[in-house]
């Protein structure tokens, strides 16, 4: 991995986190392509520079952050379905993430229900986030672990799920934001301390491994300001449906080229 790497990587991230379209199954796909070997490093970078990119969220909405203990009740009850099964699936998650074929497959299925989730739940009642109870946050809770399937994208298993519970597009896209501030933060802190343990850290490119981190997770933070703002102005009024042809698109030239041999290095 060097810094074209980096950078490349940290852009799509920023770019990707909160569309409906997967960041980590964008990143799996570039990191193929660019015949990056999948080592624990590149691993771990892939989850911390995601939180590079929540950074923004707080940022953004800094003020919703010191609003109530209510608000923060309801993101530790909606993340925790994610901690559970993240725990029992880890290892099966870091085996998919390896394969470019599970992401195409999601793509696809993904972007066939983004064809339709705007005809399906269009008679939202909840317009923002102070109207959520706790059981519907359990509930979204569950769908994002949905995302734990490469492709699948956290954002859009949680913003469909919000709205299968009578959220509205911006309200269920902006729960959907919060929620990945605690998932992304416990995913990040959960990857250094395995990587700590590892003693993976006392290697000769510690230096750079962490200065790789640190330009990754500022780039990703740069660019997921810019996204938020434009995918929530673009939600509003345009909806799923371009999503959901883009992801089919993706979905299909990545199995072509899976299958062809051409270009992916398959792990």
Request: positive net charge.
């Amino acid at each position: 991995m060097n810094i074209i790497h980096v950078i490349i990587l940290a852009i799509i991230e920023g770019l990707t986190e909160f569309l409906p379209v997967s960041s980590t199954g964008h990143m799996v796909i570039a990191s193929s392509l660019m015949g990056i070997s999948k080592d624990e490093f590149v691993k771990l970078f892939e989850i911390v520079i995601q939180l590079g990119a929540i950074l923004a969220v707080v940022v953004l909405y800094f003020k919703r952050f010191f609003k109530s203990i209510d608000f923060y009740l309801k993101l530790v009850i909606g993340v925790i379905p994610a901690v559970v099964l993240g725990l029992l699936l880890k290892k099966h998650i870091d085996k998919w993430l390896e394969n470019p074929l599970i992401v195409a497959v999601s793509f696809l299925i993904g972007g066939i229900i983004l064809l339709f989730v705007d005809d399906w739940f269009n008679k939202p009642t909840i317009d923002e986030e102070k109207k959520i109870n706790h059981i519907t946050a359990l509930k979204i809770g569950f769908f994002q672990c949905l995302a734990m399937i490469p492709g699948v994208s956290r954002s859009a298993a949680s913003i469909v799920g919000g709205m299968s519970q009578k959220l509205s597009r911006k309200a269920a896209a902006e729960f959907s934001f919060f929620l990945a501030v605690p998932t992304m933060f416990g995913a990040t802190v959960k990857d250094l301390w395995d990587f700590y343990k590892k003693g993976s850290f006392s290697t000769p490119d510690l230096h750079q491994d962490i200065k790789f981190l640190i330009i990754g997770g500022a780039i990703a933070f740069v660019v997921a300001m810019l996204a938020i703002k434009t995918f929530i102005t673009f939600l509003e009024k345009r909806g799923f449906k371009l999503f959901g042809w883009y992801r089919i698109a993706a979905g299909i030239v990545i199995i072509i080229l899976y299958f062809a041999g051409n270009a992916l290095h398959i792990m």
